[in-house]
């Protein structure tokens, strides 16, 4: 059975750093692209940020570009996301999903993505 994991989310300051984790089992993660997408209350579930299969290709949503860096270690079939200079508008539920996109037609668009993680929970406040 396909799993996501999402891990490393807390509370942090603003200006700080947090680095999030996504573990998946069930199946081999470079088939999949891999896509970070964040629910702040009362707000529609947005991609973050999306990298294809063996992490040729990235996406950042504007409000992200320079701030965060998403990578991935196959071998460990594991998928990060790196957040810097973090902002209070930065604090949702952050969640990782997986879909069957090639690095062409990969998308960070929610409605791509067919597997969940469970989510963390980002908070930036000081």
């Known amino acids: 059975q396909l799993q996501l994991v999402e891990s490393g989310g807390g509370l942090v300051q603003p200006g700080g750093s947090l680095r999030l984790s996504c573990a998946a089992s069930g199946f081999p993660l470079d088939s999949y692209a891999i896509g970070w997408f964040r629910q702040a209350p009362g707000k529609e579930r947005e991609g973050v940020s999306c990298i294809s299969g063996h992490g040729s290709r990235t996406n950042y949503a504007d409000a992200v570009k320079g701030r965060f860096a998403v990578s991935r270690d196959n071998a460990k079939n594991t998928v990060y996301l790196e957040m810097s200079s973090l902002k209070p508008e930065d604090t949702a539920v952050y969640y990782c999903?997986?879909?069957?996109?090639?690095?062409?037609?990969?998308?960070?668009?929610?409605?791509?993505?067919?597997?969940w993680g469970q989510g963390t929970q980002v908070t930036v406040s000081s």
């Open positions: 999903a997986a879909g069957s996109l090639t690095a062409a037609a990969m998308t960070c668009k929610r409605s791509e993505y067919d597997y």
